[in-house]
């Protein structure tokens, strides 16, 4: 009996220090953030990599408000993983915080090893869904199946399966995969969805789809590829090449980003997005906000992190169409719909299938472009 009242008594204790450790953790962890703002005073530079332009304009308004220096490179996605890695390998430290694309990328080479790390600042605590927290989500993109509306008042194809027929051959556009890690991904969701996929064809041509493939993931993207798809180097020269007037047989825009509508009224251009198309009318990706592991200015960066995230440090982002804050305080462009009516629309990648099926996803485009 007394046996028993001891290792009682000693489990008491231990859970005791546990929670006592807890505790201290938490106070640790606990940030002031006037003593930050302190602190990035001092420092009085950041320093960010980014895999969008329009960093520059929030890093001029930064400046401007809080007198502390940005510098801020964009870079390609495959350049920032890049650049971030070697430097981190190497023991050096440039960079402060990161707008990075490419999930399963970053995950494998810089998350993982603990190079990037995840912070939550203030404006995105309560502003942002717990979901969207870890990795913290900064932005939602936009990436549209799109045709020529002054050729077509509206979509001239219901679902996508439509695109791998002779009428569509030698008419569809897309960014080369083997360029594009979001597109790789964004296939790999195709591959795990290949049932509702294989689904639509059925429902669109009223017969089983014969496979030649694994699935019909793999099986739409050997079918596209061979219908002599036409691959481009960039989304803006889809979506000019789309959308130039004066044309008998324009060609489609397959998976280009949204954004590039916003020129169409000022330059006169004849484009739209199939919005309807079905099983999924494009498909979105993230981009992320995280911080260096072993940033030179920390406080400086905790400080521009959440001006970023915040309504006000989104305004570059948010007086365009075609990118979404996941911060729901902060409004879509008024000539844009909410993401909510996007995201129903939208298909996008679960990661960690993402991870482990792009190289598959890769290994079939290069094999069918190749033929």
Request: hydrophobic letters at 40%; aromatic letters at 10%; a negative charge.
């Given at each position: ?6 290792l ?10 546990l ?9 640790q962890?606990?940030?002031?953030w ?51 890695y ?16 490419d999930?399963?990328?970053m995950?494998?080479l ?14 995105a ?16 993109v ?22 791998t ?17 979001e ?16 689904a ?18 793999l ?11 036409i691959?481009?180097?960039s ?12 044309q ?16 169409a ?12 198309l ?7 990706y ?9 940033p030179?200015?920390?406080?400086a960066a ?7 995230m ?6 570059p982002?948010?007086?365009d ?17 909410p993401w909510?009516w996007w ?13 482990q099926?792009?190289?598959?996803v ?10």
């Open positions: 009996m007394k046996r028993t009242v001891r009682s008594m000693s489990i008491l204790v231990v859970m005791t220090l929670m006592l450790l807890s505790l201290v953790g938490s106070a962890t606990a940030e002031d006037n003593e930050i703002v302190k602190a990035a005073s001092k420092e009085g530079k950041v320093v960010v990599y980014s895999t969008t332009s329009r960093i520059m304009a929030a890093a001029e308004a930064f400046q401007q408000k809080t007198g502390i220096k940005v510098e801020a490179h964009r870079l390609s996605e495959t350049e920032l993983i890049e650049r971030v070697q430097e981190a390998r190497a023991g050096i430290k440039s960079v402060d915080l990161v707008l990075i694309e999930f399963p990328s995950k494998e810089l998350v993982t090893p603990g190079y990037l790390v995840n912070y939550i600042p203030p404006s605590r309560e502003a942002v869904p717990e979901s969207m927290h870890n990795p913290l989500v900064f932005a939602h936009s990436r549209v199946i799109g045709y020529n509306s002054e050729k077509y008042e509206t979509a001239p194809f219901e679902s996508i399966w439509d695109l027929t002779p009428q569509w051959k030698g008419k569809v556009m897309i960014r080369d995969l083997a360029l594009t890690g597109h790789q991904n964004a296939f790999t969701e195709l591959i795990r969805r290949s049932d509702e996929l294989a639509d064809y059925e429902k669109r041509f009223g017969k089983k789809l014969e496979l030649r493939e694994e699935n019909a993931g099986e739409f993207l050997r079918r596209l590829s061979e219908n002599d798809i691959i481009m180097t989304d803006t020269r889809i979506a000019e090449a789309v959308s130039k007037k004066g008998e047989d324009p060609p489609v825009g397959f998976f280009y980003v949204y954004s590039k509508h916003r020129d009224e000022a330059k006169n251009l004849a484009i739209e997005a199939a919005v309807d079905k099983p999924f009318a494009g498909y979105y993230d981009i992320y906000l995280q911080l260096f592991s072993n030179p200015n920390p406080n905790k400080l521009f992190a959440d001006y970023l915040s309504p006000e440090g989104f305004v982002w948010s007086s169409i075609g990118i979404y804050a996941s911060n729901t305080a902060t409004e879509h462009h008024p000539q844009d719909m909510e995201e129903s629309r939208l298909w996008t990648y679960d990661p960690d299938f993402a991870i099926n792009r190289g598959i890769l290994d079939a485009w290069i094999r069918s472009v190749s033929k």
